[in-house]
């Protein structure tokens, strides 16, 4: 059975730092590209970054952009998200996601496979 497991949420200060694994067990997704989205409470779930199958091409959605970072260890079908000065807004509960193919995307509906979700609660 394919299973991607979130790790790492919690409660934390603005300011603060989290680092979020997203374990893949099952089978490999070393040739899929990888995502986290994450959904606020009332919002829609919404993009926050994606990695290609290598790690070498990542993106990330305005509202992160230099405080988190993707990434991933294929030797240990992993990925990560580290998360620096957090803001309120950003709490959440953000989710792993694989697609069926080896690049990025932005879009919701391109990841296939799916954690369960982790709470990051911000608190200002």
């Known amino acids: 059975q394919v299973q991607l497991v979130e790790s790492g949420g919690g409660l934390v200060q603005a300011g603060g730092s989290l680092r979020l694994p997203c374990a893949a067990s099952?089978?490999?997704?070393?040739?899929?590209?990888m995502g986290w989205l994450r959904q606020a409470p009332g919002k829609e779930r919404e993009f926050v970054a994606g990695s290609s199958w290598t790690g070498f091409s990542t993106r990330h959605t305005d509202p992160v952009k230099g405080r988190f970072t993707i990434s991933r260890d294929n030797t240990k079908n992993t990925m990560y998200s580290q998360m620096n000065s957090l803001k309120p807004e950003d709490t959440a509960v953000y989710y792993c996601?694989?697609?069926?193919?080896?690049?990025?995307?932005?879009?919701?509906?391109?990841?296939?496979?799916w954690g369960q979700g982790t709470q990051v609660t911000v608190s200002s």
């Open positions: 996601a694989a697609r069926r193919y080896s690049g990025t995307h932005y879009s919701e509906s391109e990841y296939a496979y």
């Open positions: 099952g089978r490999t997704f070393s040739n899929n590209g």
